[in-house]
């Protein structure tokens, strides 16, 4: 097996592999459409069908209380690494129809883009593992590495069954480390590797001042205002640097490393391009760290939502009874969503007047992850994109979630290697979704060379 | 005419006296309710005819473009000054008509009191000052002052066209005070005059950061959080002793005197029976002034409103486009609604980072008030009060506004006497409203005290 002959092969079979992607996508495997089922069950069965034809040697439909997970496994190697590569064949409603250009289930190429509902999310991201394992059996006889595979059907769902499952089959799921190919990469052309996601903490925290609303001419000034109350506690959250003042807040983060930090620095990304992208006046945040640097690698404190008083157009002159905030962090290593919950709890109480009532709820959390870098999944795969995309692989972190990462890092106990072979500009979730080919045939070679190079 | 002879009048003619204000009492002028309209029409010309039979010798219907305004005037005297004499003959839907022990337009006496829709606001007491009126005619020959008299029918609808009538009637308005029942008194059995309300301002703040509802993950940390930095500008508001910080906002406010200070001392409240009426844990307000202080003749600072994100039960991880919240002043002599507006408005814009934009709306203001307690009206009053009482008048402020009082004040340039003679427990513009008959026999003394001692 040679690098040249995978991409011969991926040269003589490019055709058949795109019609092979058409067929995918064409099933309407919409998991949150009841109406969808008998399409979202169709679909598990393409994947176990393709699987096996691809060489795969056990390949199973497992039933959940939802839709069915796909399960396939070929270990042939006792000493080799086992690599778990997990995807989802589910896909989002398509809705709204009128904003598609062509048809959402009749995919169609235009500009060298493939066109359809889970083009990129997950099915087209899926296909190329496929297809670069189909690339290795046939130009090396065999897989250089022993292989599971989990494509499950309710990630756009919550994967409300995912966990249940993984954690009945830790056995059956055993391996080194799993695989992802579920986002994006920085930028076009630019090869990345996600080796860090932030936690969360979400809780709400409700304010109760008098027992009932009172006029506030007959009582104001003399009695609490939740509404007061609780902005004078939020803004207690943060001092006049950002910095959340929480005490022990920061006790457990883990401070970026002077190579991170670099790293960050030398990515394609201006502040200027950033605020066009949200709309801002100004970017605001810690002190002493860059934009990058405080949506990937540090923790934060936001309100996301308030409620309380009159709502409504105009003027009512009400002191409420009560105010509510939704407010949530986001956690990096090694902070823990339940001990941050409990500081910040303890925190508003100490800081909220003795003339209110204070409720305090946490809804969920999730534990932030970063993956080492010197981990060998995770250099196999920089080497694989270096190679397929003739460019340096970056490494990036996300500002965000993502469960399935989190259900894989504490069950099965290892590392989750997040490949991203898409666009930002996929537009998942939305119509006109798609897939650039150019990123389908790298991928197809990222595939092939990431299980090679292990 | 003695006091003697009036009070003789009034026990010949208690039962007669009962009976005709059931009779006012039976029609349901309710001006909310456009079904009543020819009940509302009906109340006017009992007014009226009421108003004839006592001896006035003008009597006038006045049409608007909402409900018609009884004018009456009796003016013999040129060297006597002139009182005006305001109420109101509509009265508050009855609903929820299940609550009610007897029937709203049906007025049933129950342990001394009359229970009817309108029995304490504002029938019972405009009654009190027809007989208060009749008393004087009778007992005297001659009403010994110049009256005139305006029973409005839109008060419980915001009086939409009394000041547009008031501004057009100017002439025929001329007076030297005005004198309105339409409140409580300070507690049962002490005879109160309210001399001093609050002004308001009220606006309406908007802090908007991103131009979009953005992922708290993917952006938490690196831009401006309209409802963090919305809660900030607020906390800013107030210093940690509860005084407003807005530049300017104390510097037009009349001090307390200090014997306004010993008056609302020896008052009869404590505040752990205002805590009890309000139900929270503790007072909070300004440093430095009692609960009455506050709430009477200090400038205050509230939310009435707060808004922004997500609202709904449970977790959305949104970093929200923009947050909105109501705040209003509460204002004393001599503040002025509109610079208190403009001082806001600076302030406000001042205090926020240059990651937002701020807009900034007013809705609307009214003057605060003071009547002087050495004014003659004012004076005769106590005097009244005392003697029907046979107890020591009170000095009482409001926190609230009174929209008919700056109304008065500023088209006719006189003061308004508030008498109250109502109780704080009369459930008005509630299931039960009830008007004690103690109080509305001592208010027929009252009345005919006042207008004899002026």
């Not at 079979?13 to 992607?21: A, I, Q, S, T, Y």
């Not at 640097?293 to 923790?299: K, N």
């Not at 969920?364 to 190679?387: E, F, M, W, Y």
Request: with cysteine; hydrophobic share 35%; proline share 6%.
């Amino acid at each position: 097996m040679t690098e040249q002959a995978i991409e011969t092969y991926l040269n003589e079979n490019k055709d058949r592999f795109l019609e092979e992607l058409k067929d995918f996508l064409r099933i309407p495997s919409v998991s949150a459409d009841p109406s969808h089922d008998g399409d979202t069950k169709r679909c598990a069965k393409w994947v176990r069908d393709h699987l096996l034809s691809l060489g795969m040697e056990t390949v199973e439909i497992h039933e959940t209380d939802g839709h069915p997970i796909v399960y396939a496994a070929h270990c042939k190697h006792d000493d080799k690494p086992t690599v778990l590569l997990y995807g989802h064949y589910d896909v989002q409603p398509p809705d709204p129809l009128e904003l598609w250009h062509s048809q959402p289930f009749d995919p169609t190429v235009r500009d060298g883009k493939i066109f359809a509902r889970g083009a990129t999310d997950d099915k087209g991201q899926v296909f190329a593992h496929f297809k670069g394992i189909e690339s290795l059996f046939k130009t090396n006889g065999e897989l250089p590495i022993n292989l599971k595979i989990v494509i499950e059907g309710e990630e756009e769902v919550g994967s409300a069954n995912l966990e249940r499952w993984v954690s009945e089959h830790v056995d059956l799921l055993e391996c080194d480390s799993v695989v992802i190919s579920d986002s994006s990469m920085f930028a076009p052309g630019v090869p990345s590797i996600t080796y860090g996601l932030r936690g969360l903490m979400y809780c709400e925290v409700t304010v109760i001042g008098p027992s009932h609303d009172l006029h506030s001419g007959l009582y104001g000034g003399a009695v609490p205002n939740p509404i007061n109350v609780l902005s004078g506690m939020i803004a207690k959250l943060h001092d006049e640097n950002g910095h959340v003042t929480i005490p022990g807040f920061y006790d457990r983060v883990r401070e970026l490393e002077a190579e991170e930090r670099a790293a960050f620095a030398s990515l394609p990304i201006t502040d200027e391009e950033f605020l066009e992208e949200v709309g801002a006046a100004n970017t605001q945040g810690e002190e002493g760290f860059s934009t990058l640097e405080r949506v990937w690698a540090r923790p934060t404190l936001d309100c996301n939502g308030i409620f309380g008083g009159f709502m409504g157009k105009g003027a009512k002159t009400v002191i409420p009874s009560q105010a509510t905030a939704k407010i949530s962090c986001r956690l990096v290593p090694d902070q823990d969503p339940e001990e941050v919950a409990k500081q910040m709890e303890e925190y508003l109480r100490e800081v909220a007047p003795d003339s209110v009532k204070v409720e305090f709820t946490v809804f969920h959390g999730g534990k932030p992850i970063v993956v080492s870098r010197d981990n060998p999944t995770v250099q196999a795969a920089c080497r694989a994109l270096q190679k397929s995309w003739d460019a340096e692989t970056v490494f990036i972190r996300s500002g965000g979630s993502i469960p399935v990462v989190a259900t894989f890092t504490e069950l099965l106990e290892v590392p989750c290697v997040l490949v991203g072979l898409g666009l930002s500009d996929d537009r998942l979730h939305s119509p006109n979704e798609k897939f650039d080919l150019d990123n389908f045939f790298h991928g197809i070679l990222t595939s092939a060379y990431l299980y090679a190079e292990l």
